[in-house]
């Protein structure tokens, strides 16, 4: 299987999550225009399975270095595989709410609150699991980055009192949910594998790439019961059914699959690079997806557009303090 060997390496592909993180929910803003998310969300979920299987037995089966995919999936520990699943189990509640707040809230909001906070959990949840990086620096890019996330919110709330509109308590209140669920779910994936040697993984662990196999089945299975409760009691909007899904078209339905294959690519180089750069730097850096998402939101969405003076100023100042806060967490592992 594919292995990387060096520290920059693992900042280049954290940073190709990062993209791809906070990237995916272009697809279903897309998508919007004309499907609920439920229906969407959907086709995002094949998108992250399809990708985990490609990326199985292709990166994950060939050179001379580790177990390929298949022998590694059949001497998997029990106890690793249901971590890894649960893992998705998770995610997927996780992720659902955060798509909802995106409906509710759009992306320049709902990442920044959900994301930086199951940044900040995250990376606490994860580095006392796994000590790696300097712990000073760690931590000074993550009180950074919660600086961001309160001047985000403080945007927001100027946002809408432009509007003349009240916050939304619902939206605030699914993001919070949204972002402490998805604090959690990385270290039952990262717990499933060796992080230690990847060439020569102990017994019973698995490889990054059947441990994204497994993730990726766990969201999947998840789904049906996740999806379908919500298809029929939606967050947002009247309820619909799986006929409607099946009435979308050819193109709707790949938006979202491209969505998915796009989230899971950087799943997949995320937990590849956890191995040099261990489990709370890889996590934190992915989760600066939070970043690229609020630059989609802001500049190409316009989601901020008719906002008070002095609003334009504290984005700013968001970005300033994430982008520094994300350079700390790259330095933690030097």
């Known amino acids: 299987m594919f292995i990387i060997e060096s520290y920059s390496l693992a900042v280049v592909f954290c940073l190709i999550t990062m993209l791809c993180w906070g990237s995916w929910a272009n697809t279903q803003k897309m998508a919007a225009k004309s499907w609920r998310f439920e229906l969407f969300y959907w086709d995002y979920v094949i998108g992250i399975l399809l990708f985990s299987v490609i990326s199985a037995f292709t990166m994950g089966s060939v050179g001379h270095q580790g177990r390929d995919f298949l022998t590694d999936l059949k001497q998997a520990d029990s106890s690793n595989v ?84 009240k916050v939304s308590a619902k939206g605030i209140g699914i993001c919070i949910t949204s972002g402490v669920l998805m604090a959690f779910f990385y270290r039952f994936v990262a717990a499933a594998m060796d992080l230690e040697n990847f060439t020569s993984p102990a017994i019973g662990k698995m490889t990054p790439y059947t441990a994204v196999f497994t993730f990726s089945l766990g969201i999947f299975l998840s789904n049906f019961v996740f999806n379908t409760i919500l298809i029929k009691r939606p967050i947002v909007g009247e309820p619909t059914n799986y006929k409607a899904y099946f009435s979308g078209s050819f193109s709707t339905h790949m938006t979202g699959v491209l969505g998915g294959l796009i989230w899971c690519l950087g799943n997949s180089l995320n937990l590849i690079a956890a191995g040099k750069a261990g489990p709370a730097i890889s996590y934190g850096l992915g989760q600066g997806a939070t970043l690229i998402a609020a630059l989609w939101g802001v500049f190409i969405w316009k989601e901020f557009r008719n906002s008070p003076r002095g609003t334009n100023g504290l984005l700013i100042a968001m970005f300033c303090f994430f982008i520094a806060g994300l350079g700390l967490l790259i330095f933690a592992g030097v």
């Open 82 to 165: 249901i971590s890894a699943l649960f893992g998705g189990v998770i995610f997927n509640a996780a992720n659902i709410l955060l798509s909802a707040a995106i409906a509710i809230a759009g992306m320049s909001v709902a990442f920044p609150l959900a994301i930086g906070l199951a940044l900040v959990l995250g990376v606490l949840i994860n580095y006392t699991a796994a000590q790696k990086g300097d712990p000073i620096l760690l931590f000074a890019g993550v009180a950074l980055i919660v600086v961001a996330i309160l001047l985000n919110a403080t945007a927001y709330k100027r946002k809408s009192m432009g509007d003349q509109k």
